[in-house]
């Protein structure tokens, strides 16, 4: 079992920077992937970047390509999303999320077991 506390979300203007944590619960947590998604009003959640367990393998998607990078410390439990250059249309709720099998990345919410609560970013223009 995993659990994920997401933090570090806010209100920033646009061509600003967050970085969002996401703190995982349980001793295996070093041989999960994870992923990074988010959810607009009226839209589909989305994976903005995935990475499997060691970091060696990382997606992202066209629309944060260069703008967000994605990090993890398994001796912390934490993965991190450290997004620049924000745009409005990157507000959303973000979530971090978990899957087993972590020798590869996943784009898809069905690929995933864990999700955090998820945190709110709000970039104005």
């Known amino acids: 079992q995993v659990q994920l506390v997401e933090s570090g979300g806010g209100l920033v203007q646009a061509g600003g920077s967050l970085r969002l944590s996401c703190a995982a619960s349980g001793r295996t947590f070093s041989r999960y992937a994870m992923g990074w998604f988010r959810q607009a009003p009226g839209k589909e959640r989305e994976c903005v970047a995935a990475?499997?367990?060691?970091?060696?393998?990382?997606y992202y998607a066209d629309s944060v390509k260069g703008r967000f990078t994605s990090s993890r410390d398994n001796a912390k439990n934490t993965v991190y999303l450290h997004m620049n250059s924000l745009k409005p249309e990157d507000t959303a709720v973000y979530y971090c999320?978990?899957?087993?099998?972590?020798?590869?990345?996943?784009?898809?919410?069905?690929?995933?077991?864990?999700w955090g609560q998820g945190t709110q970013v709000t970039v104005s223009s």
């Open positions: 999320a978990a899957r087993s099998g972590g020798s590869g990345y996943a784009t898809g919410t069905d690929s995933y077991d864990y």
């Open positions: 990475f499997n367990w060691s970091g060696s393998r990382t």
